[in-house]
């Protein structure tokens, strides 16, 4: 039995007036939250159920009103239920990016993507009383998932003084990178699947409800080195230098040549790879999702290529390159 959908379709039929005709589970996220599309009348909307003694609904609806305030094209809050953790949603539609990308699309979905990402940057609060800051707290606690729950949890691997040293450092050093970035409102899950194809202001935007203040390539590096789809590094920096190029961006940025720009989006990209393989291997033993666990090779492989560039992340690459992957391919 289903008590939380039995709730949340009495929360419609009772208190809101709108009982059902159907719903349809739509496909979660990596969190707690379950989303369903519920339809009523001739009408779809989206009812989200975050256990509020795992999800707490308050940052997303500030962060949804903040964004739409800015011309994002994000889901409108039309119902709460704070107590019991259900919002309604307006329905976005079913298309990822994810499922639409490929050579002959790229390019105009891109587009799409990178001008509201502009918007985002430009427009989106960045006050620390609306939006937590990306501090170095933060940047540690998401990479000790890739110490803490890939190597350790799932691969059982340990390293000697030495190389806990050689990793430390250059850790620390994405760390700094970091820092040094002027600060934005950053989504920080910018990507082909919280993304939405839609007919009128095209993207539809997902799952921004840990948006925080921090680095300007975040966002950048999360669309264009998505760990969902990869594309050519000559191209992705391509991308990444033109988005830098714009009036709007190149305020924000500063006086920041080509290179200083992908040294930040390529060290940028390593941190949130780290992160993002910690979560898949953690999504796995934690909460028995395992079917993210076929992103991690490609997420590190990221890591290793952006990171051979730099010797200060000569340990890490080492790391993945001869002790990570070749484990990952034993199974």
Not at 149 to 159: A, D, E, P, Q, V
């Amino acid at each position: 039995m289903d008590q939380r959908l039995d709730g949340l379709k009495q929360w419609l039929a009772e208190d809101l007036d709108m009982p059902p005709s159907a719903v349809d589970t739509v496909a979660g996220d990596a969190s707690f939250r379950r989303y369903f599309r519920v339809f009523h009348g001739d009408e779809s909307y989206i009812a989200m159920d975050a256990p509020p003694d795992h999800e707490d609904i308050k940052p997303f609806m500030t962060i949804a009103w903040a964004l739409r305030d800015c011309g994002v094209n994000v889901p409108e809050v039309l119902e709460v239920n704070q107590e019991q953790g259900f919002l309604l949603l307006s329905d976005l539609g079913d298309r990822l990016y994810l499922d639409a990308l490929d050579a002959n699309s790229v390019e105009h979905l891109y587009g799409d993507a990178l001008e509201t990402l502009e918007r985002i940057q430009t427009r989106g609060p960045r006050d620390q009383s609306v939006l937590p800051p990306y501090d170095s707290a933060l940047l540690g606690t998401e990479m000790s998932l890739f110490t803490d729950w890939l190597l350790g949890r799932h691969l059982g691997l340990s390293m000697d003084a030495g190389g806990q040293a050689g990793l430390d450092a250059a850790l620390a050093c994405l760390t700094e990178n970091a820092l040094d970035q002027p600060r934005v409102c950053v989504h920080r899950d910018y990507h082909s699947r919280n993304l939405m194809v839609v007919e009128d202001h095209n993207p539809g935007v997902l799952d921004f409800q840990d948006a925080v203040v921090g680095p300007v390539t975040y966002d950048l590096v999360s669309l264009l080195r998505d760990c969902y789809i990869a594309w050519p590094r000559s191209r992705v920096e391509a991308w990444a230098l033109e988005y830098r190029a714009r009036p709007a961006v190149r305020e924000i940025a500063g006086d920041v040549d080509d290179e200083q720009w992908l040294r930040w989006f390529d060290l940028m990209g390593i941190q949130r790879h780290l992160k993002a393989s910690g979560i898949f291997a953690r999504l796995y033993h934690r909460d028995g999702k395992p079917g993210y666990l076929g992103d991690i090779p490609r997420t590190l492989r990221y890591v290793a290529e952006a990171g051979s560039a730099y010797p200060e992340m000569e340990p890490l690459v080492s790391l993945v390159e001869e002790d990570v992957l070749p484990a990952l391919e034993r199974g």
